[in-house]
């Protein structure tokens, strides 16, 4: 199963990817890796390692990482609920969520990768530590000179401290937000419109009360034109662990 | 600060511990260390540390743990919201608030202990990783032989399967519980009548509709009657990783 409100979409992006690759010798070159989330796995190893990809696929419990081991998934990461922008509906967070999924799936021929958390080397040796193979970074990322997110979202990362940030409603579930009295508002309107987002039981757009998406597509808008105060900007709860803008070769050797 | 339903007791319980210390040689040859919780622990520690104890105090957050260092605790406990029972307003998990909190008072004079998550070897050496000089484990110690908490408890924790807790209204706040249609039909009651605990917003005993610790106080009741139906069971996140009730030497051992 893929999210209810990205189904349709899921074989286009899927086919268009292989398409591109096959049409394009200089992409078949380097378009080797191909990631995906958000939806049970099963069902399309055929399309997907059929096409030479290594697959990576992103899960929030053993359950999904169990579906990942079946699907013939190479790197399955473990995403905690302290990651950014979209995360599950019933939160497990990294310090359960990556040892448990190690100790369920991972040997020889099948990856895991840490993700939720993990920002510098001391979280990477954790990761580690835990059995993985390697952690994903996003919000560190996402605050580098050469990442091309709005200014106003990298500086967001930047400013975010202590309890920067909170869950409510995303385009496909719940979303991790910096803390701003937008986000605040959203997450309130969350609780009176989706509830399932604090309650782990899922809704989707034939449910649920759509001024709430309207209210997000209108704040990440409000991101690419720099309106501070209108804008909703996704990140991870280790917004609060990072305090600079590096250019990506120094962030990586300091690690 | 102390939580507004505990506030009249906090003197009492300290005043009561530093007594019976006295009084009694074989308590003060014993009892060395105070454990305390849930509120500011500026202002104590003329009383606490003049009476001698070694003292450790729990904290949710960087704040939290800033104001510990100029309490003058000996050992923070950087409590991730993973936790069991009890858990804060606004949640930040260990892997961001244990290396958060080290960087920001960890020296020579002051420890700190990650709590949260923590339950075998691998998560120990994930604390020792992320800078901590140890880790508390609750749910761990819970299911064991000795532990002297109901059987019907020790077998919900041993019971969690993969995204086993959730979050509902405790007695002083937040806290984690066992999931089950008990602490699921608790989780739906809080969210109608103390939403603070989803958008961190604390609320109190003298704003809160009573109803909802009314339930809580039946519940824990279920519990000590053997009572599975009506039971409410505390657990961290970490009940998931749990999977046995061994004597203590040997799971110590095993760590």
Not at 57 to 64: F, L, N, R
Not at 66 to 94: N, Q, Y
């Given at each position: 199963?893929?999210?209810?409100?990205?189904?349709?979409?899921?074989?286009?992006?899927?086919?268009?990817?292989?398409?591109?690759?096959?049409?394009?010798?200089?992409?078949?070159?380097h378009?080797?890796v191909?990631?995906?989330?958000?939806?049970?796995p099963?069902?399309?190893?055929?399309?997907?390692?059929?096409a030479?990809?290594?697959?990576m696929?992103?899960?929030?419990?053993?359950?999904?990482?169990?579906?990942?081991?079946?699907?013939?998934?190479?790197?399955?990461?473990?995403?905690?609920?302290?990651?950014?922008?979209?995360?599950?509906?019933?939160?497990?967070?990294?310090?359960?969520?990556?040892?448990?999924?190690?100790?369920?799936?991972?040997?020889?021929?099948?990856?895991?990768?840490?993700?939720g958390?993990?920002?510098?080397?001391?979280?990477?040796?954790?990761?580690?530590?835990?059995?993985?193979?390697?952690?994903?970074?996003?919000?560190?990322?996402?605050?580098?000179?050469?990442?091309?997110?709005?200014?106003?979202?990298?500086?967001?990362?930047?400013?975010?401290?202590?309890?920067?940030?909170l869950?409510?409603?995303?385009?496909?579930?719940?979303?991790?937000?910096?803390?701003?009295?937008?986000?605040?508002?959203?997450?309130?309107?969350?609780?009176?419109?989706?509830?399932?987002?604090?309650?782990?039981?899922?809704?989707?757009?034939?449910?649920?009360?759509?001024?709430?998406?309207?209210?997000?597509?209108?704040?990440?808008?409000?991101?690419?034109?720099?309106?501070?105060?209108?804008?909703?900007?996704?990140?991870?709860?280790?917004?609060?662990?990072?305090?600079?803008?590096?250019?990506?070769?120094?962030?990586?050797?300091?690690?």
């Open positions: 199963m893929v999210s209810a409100e990205v189904k349709p979409y899921s074989n286009i992006m899927i086919d268009t990817a292989i398409r591109v690759r096959e049409e394009n010798p200089d992409m078949k070159k378009f080797k191909i990631f995906t989330s958000a939806g049970d099963v069902g399309w190893k055929d399309k997907i390692k059929g030479g990809f290594t697959w696929h992103v899960v929030p419990s053993v359950k999904g990482a169990l579906r990942c081991k079946k699907a013939g998934v190479d790197v399955i990461v473990a995403s905690g609920h302290e990651g950014g922008f979209h995360t599950s509906w019933e939160p497990v967070h990294s310090m359960i969520l990556l040892p448990a999924v190690v100790d369920a799936v991972s040997d020889d021929h099948t990856l895991v990768c840490g993700a958390g993990f920002c510098d080397g001391k979280t990477l040796a954790a990761a580690l530590v835990l059995g993985a193979d390697g952690a994903q970074m996003g919000t560190r990322f996402l605050s580098t000179q050469e990442s091309d997110f709005h200014q106003i979202w990298k500086e967001g990362v930047v400013a975010a401290q202590d309890r920067g940030t869950v409510a409603r995303g385009f496909v579930g719940p979303a991790r937000w910096l803390k701003t009295p937008r986000s605040d508002e959203h997450a309130k309107n969350t609780l009176a419109k989706s509830p399932g987002v604090f309650l782990g039981t899922p809704d989707d757009y034939t449910t649920m009360d759509m001024s709430l998406i309207q209210f997000e597509i209108e704040s990440i808008k409000a991101v690419y034109e720099g309106d501070k105060e209108k804008a909703l900007m996704a990140a991870g709860e280790v917004a609060q662990r990072i305090n600079d803008m590096p250019k990506v070769n120094d962030m990586v050797q300091g690690i």
